[in-house]
Structure formats: structure tokens, C-alpha cells
């Protein structure tokens, strides 16, 4: 084909469809809306995560007078592995194997690490059997954490999980080199 002079070559089909899916495929990269914050996607990876069954964590009510704005029995929101990308932190109640789903095995506390192809799990915390005193919250970068003896102290390169024993004691969960670290900041 040729216009004014110029030779343009003619496009197929095939490739006006791969820049489409490419435009596409940009365009969802560059949603405005933060999916961290939603609850359905979370449901969603954990239930490819955990097909034998979970559910959030349950609090009683005393340690729900405890809550405070942003802090969450079930699950938390912000970038805990410092890449820019936002990530989740649940706290479940999973069933073990082959027992009924009536029968709890475990509250763990969860994180999901948003990769381009999806999540990356991290067991973060184990309890044992399910505790109705225990909640969430995000520590925001650039926080100072001190442990509750004073021993250890970080500013925040990132978001860290706080988990939170109702009247007890609370533990700041910071992802560090590829692992967790536990800093005792309550007791």
C-alpha cells in the first residue's frame, strides 16, 4: 500500500491482534486502583492456595473493643515485601487433611506476596488451634519498630504485619532478605 509516495507495509490480522492483547496487557498493568485493598481477589488466591478449606480468623468480643482503625481480625493490605506492588496479610483458621472440614487445625498468619504471574505464599506465623484474641495491623514503612526489651530496633523499609494478642502482647512481622523476622513489641 502506498500513500503520497511513502510504501506502507500492509499489517495482517495476527499482529494487529498481538498489539491489542499487548495494549490490553498494559493497560490492566497499569490499573489505577489498588488491588489490595480487595477482599474478593484475596479470596480468590486463597482459595487456590488452601483447596482443602480455610476462613479469616474470629475475634471475641473483648478483644474486638481492642480494634483500631486498620486493624483487622481477617486480613491487611500494604506492600510488605518492598517492590512496589501491593500484597496481602490473612490471618486463617486452615483444616487439616483428611479430617472433616469441621475440624479446625491451625490459625496461621499468611502472607501474599503479589508477583507479575500471581502470588507467592509465605507461612509468616503459626499458632496453634484457633485463638479468638488475635488480630492484624499494618505498620507503614518508614516506622521505627523497637522491641518490647529494647534489644532490637529498625526503621521500615517497607510495610510490616503487626499481629496483635489481645491484652497480651504483639509481634511486628518484617520481611527482610527474602524471610520474616519476628520483633517482639509488646508483651
Known amino acids: 500500500m502506498s500513500h503520497a509516495g511513502v510504501s506502507i507495509p500492509a499489517r495482517s490480522a495476527s499482529s494487529g491482534r498481538r498489539l ?3 495494549s490490553l496487557a498494559l493497560i490492566l498493568a497499569c490499573r489505577g486502583a489498588d488491588p489490595g485493598t480487595s477482599r474478593a481477589e484475596l479470596g480468590v488466591a486463597l482459595d487456590a492456595a488452601y483447596p ?36 496481602y496479610a490473612a490471618q486463617l483458621v486452615i483444616w487439616k487433611l483428611g479430617h472433616t472440614t469441621a475440624m479446625d487445625s491451625a490459625q496461621l498468619v499468611v502472607a501474599l506476596l503479589r508477583r507479575r504471574d500471581g502470588f507467592r505464599r509465605e507461612v509468616v506465623s503459626v499458632g496453634g488451634g484457633p485463638s479468638f484474641g488475635v488480630y492484624l495491623a499494618r505498620i507503614p514503612r518508614g516506622e521505627r519498630v523497637v522491641s518490647f526489651d529494647g534489644s532490637s530496633e529498625v526503621t521500615l523499609e517497607r510495610d510490616a504485619v503487626h499481629q496483635i494478642f489481645a491484652g497480651q502482647a504483639s509481634v511486628a512481622h518484617v520481611y527482610e532478605d527474602g524471610h520474616w523476622r519476628e520483633i517482639f513489641t509488646g508483651d
Do not use: M
Open 20 to 22: 491489542t492483547l499487548a
Open 52 to 87: 482443602h478449606g480455610w476462613r479469616f480468623a474470629s475475634l471475641d468480643p473483648y478483644a474486638r473493643s481492642e480494634l483500631k482503625a486498620g486493624e483487622s481480625p481477617e486480613w491487611i493490605g500494604g506492600d510488605f515485601d518492598g517492590d512496589g506492588r501491593s500484597d
